[in-house]
Structure formats: structure tokens, C-alpha cells
């Protein structure tokens, strides 16, 4: 799976124009880069989400260009949450094009670039709460049926580890049950926010160990471990030494889930024809 590096920055430009041009050189290159050898590598582009209609051509596009699915902000403007009516034609649109879309750690839409200068506390502040965001957004969606109207969107949360999920499962479903007044949104069946969670929501990790001990908590399908190769969080070259330490005791089957088939599913590898079966 390839995902940006100093791209994924360019969620921050202010200039909408700008950022959805910087979007489609990149969505342009990473498709060329790609189509060296599309069994194995697949792209996600980077969608511009501060105009919709553009978004969805952009989603469209990038579907036609072969990539395997989509970046949108992690947190957009605060005016422009997920909850809101106008991205519902970008949820059906990516639905009905299979494309898995995914908020990826850095690419909140307000902030700025970092300048030169030193750093500063916050910044480890930020790096160790950083799944207060994507956390926000993926519960704005639920609580606002996104799921229920869009059974078969697929939303990745992707670089922010695991454990964060189980105590926020339960506060949604509590949340729901309990707070009628706050969770106005009521879904059509029985489902809990929890069961649209498991159905339609997956998390990539690096070396989650307390993660990995909750999964009957989290649900080993939604969990996809990654390298995060070639960033400095990496766990190149003690990938094998790192999964063997917090894998330990899991299940055979379990561990063939989270390590790649889960991955395989969400974005469509021929696992058969890559192991030469």
C-alpha cells in the first residue's frame, strides 16, 4: 500500500485551488509509479475535500487511473465536520466506486507547515493524543448514519494504532443508548454504533502490543498491521522481530488476518496469483 510522505502535508495548504492541483499531480504520478506493477503496488490518492463536486470528479478520476482508493482530511474545518449534508454525494460516489477511503495521521486541514524553528512540548503533546482526530470524524459519520446509508463504504483509519478503540466502542453504543438528546440521529434497525464500526471500519498499526492483547475487543477483522516503511516510526528492519514479539500466543488464523489478508480484502490483492497459486 502506498500512501504519501511529505504529501500527506498538503492537507494543510490554504489555497483550496492550490492543494486540489498538488492532488491531482500527485494522484497523476502515483498511478504512473503504480502500473509498473499493479498486482502488487496499490496507490491511494489524495482527495481535496473543501469542494465537493470537484472532490467526487477527483475520486472519480483517480478510480479510472487505477488506484486502489482514497485520502481525505483526518479532521476537516470545523464548520465542515462529516456530519454534514454536503458530503453525502462524496460517500455515495465512493461507495458505488469501491474506494476504501482513509484519514491518515498529519493531514488535519487546519494547522499550518512548520517553518524552520525549534520544537516544542506540544508536539509530543499532539503525537501522543493524535487519535483524538480521526477518532472525531469517524464518530461524526456514525452518529450521523453515514454507514447505515452507505452499508458498503469502507473507512480506514490509518497510522494511529489500535488500542484508543475499545473504551471509545463502548461510549458510543453508551452514548446511543442512553443520550437520546445528544445522539439525535436513530438508526433504522437495531444496529449499534459499535456494529458500524466492525462492519465498515478498519485500523492499520505498527507495533500496537496493548492493542493486540484487546483484540476480541476491536474485532481481528478491522485490524491491518503495516511497516510504515520508510518513515522514522518504521518498524524496517525489525518487522519479523517486532511481529513475533506482540503476535505471540495469537492464533494462527488470527495473525494471518492482521498481518495481511484484512488488507488483501479492503483493497482487492490477488493473494493467490501474488504467492504464485
Not at 477518532?135 to 463504504?153: H, K, N, Q, T
Not at 443508548?177 to 440521529?185: L, N, V
Amino acid at each position: 500500500m502506498l500512501y504519501p510522505s511529505q504529501g500527506l502535508f498538503y492537507f494543510r495548504v490554504a489555497d483550496s485551488a492550490l492543494q486540489a492541483a498538488i492532488f491531482r499531480a500527485y494522484n497523476d504520478w502515483l498511478a504512473e509509479f503504480c502500473r509498473a506493477d499493479p498486482a502488487r503496488l496499490k496507490g491511494i490518492a489524495m482527495i481535496s475535500m473543501d469542494d465537493v463536486p470537484s472532490a467526487i470528479r477527483e475520486l472519480e478520476r483517480a478510480a479510472r487511473l487505477g488506484l486502489a482508493g482514497a485520502m481525505i482530511t483526518e479532521y476537516p474545518l470545523e464548520d465542515r465536520r462529516y456530519d454534514q449534508p454536503e458530503y453525502e454525494p462524496f460517500w455515495a460516489a465512493a461507495q458505488a466506486l469501491d474506494m476504501p477511503l482513509s484519514l491518515h495521521t498529519a493531514t488535519r486541514r487546519q494547522g499550518k507547515i512548520r517553518g524552520a524553528g525549534a520544537q516544542t512540548l506540544r508536539d509530543a503533546s499532539s503525537r501522543a493524543t493524535k487519535a483524538f482526530y480521526p477518532a472525531l470524524s469517524m464518530c461524526d459519520m456514525i452518529f450521523s448514519g453515514v454507514f447505515e446509508r452507505y452499508p458498503r463504504l469502507t473507512l480506514a483509519i490509518v497510522e494511529f494504532e489500535l488500542s484508543w478503540a475499545p473504551h471509545l466502542l463502548g461510549t458510543m453504543d453508551y452514548t446511543y443508548r442512553e443520550r437520546h438528546e445528544e445522539a439525535i440521529y436513530r438508526f433504522k434497525g437495531d444496529m449499534r454504533p459499535s456494529d458500524f464500526f466492525r462492519r465498515n471500519v478498519v485500523l492499520s498499526f505498527q507495533e500496537d502490543a496493548i492493542g493486540i492483547r484487546l483484540r476480541d475487543a476491536i474485532g481481528v477483522d478491522n485490524m491491518m498491521w503495516g511497516s510504515d516503511y520508510p518513515h522514522s516510526e518504521s518498524t524496517f528492519p525489525r518487522s519479523r522481530k517486532i511481529l513475533a514479539e506482540i503476535l505471540a500466543g495469537v492464533p494462527d488464523d488470527e495473525q494471518a488476518k492482521i498481518v495481511g489478508a484484512n488488507t488483501a480484502r479492503v483493497y482487492r490483492f490477488d493473494v493467490a496469483r501474488l504467492s504464485g497459486g
